[in-house]
């Protein structure tokens, strides 16, 4: 049972990056697939999840990041745009079996850095 997490890099602010997790395992359209950061010094915070019936939950209510998922390919995406310097974290996906239970799985991180 596997979840990684990758897309990551440097983008400028205001720019637009898409995140991947890739899943290896277990029935993935079954599972919810969260989104979490981690920012340099501060604690992990929960962004976005979408549940295998594709209802998702925004931790973050500001609507910049959008959670999709294909399950033919046992994979789910983290669509961000108009990024800001604080959106600077590694990036983790993490399964659990509905959104906003317990994340059981979790991904290696993938890291974006807002930067000009």
């Known amino acids: 049972v596997q979840l990684q997490a990758f897309g990551g890099g440097l983008v400028q602010p205001g720019g637009s990056l898409r995140l991947s997790c890739a899943a290896s395992?277990?029935?993935?359209?079954?599972?919810?697939i969260g989104w979490f950061r981690q920012a340099p010094g501060k604690g992990r915070e929960g962004l976005v999840c979408?549940?295998?019936?594709?209802?998702t939950v925004d931790y973050l209510h500001h609507g910049r990041f959008t959670v999709s998922r294909d399950n033919a390919k046992n994979t789910a995406y983290l669509q961000m745009v108009r990024l800001e310097a604080e959106d600077t974290a590694v990036y983790y996906c993490?399964?659990?079996?509905?959104?906003?239970?317990?994340?059981?799985?979790w991904g290696s991180g993938t890291l974006v850095t807002v930067s000009s």
């Open positions: 993490a399964r659990a079996e509905i959104c906003a239970h317990d994340y059981d799985i």
């Open positions: 395992g277990f029935d993935f359209a079954n599972y919810a």
């Open positions: 979408m549940n295998g019936n594709r209802g």
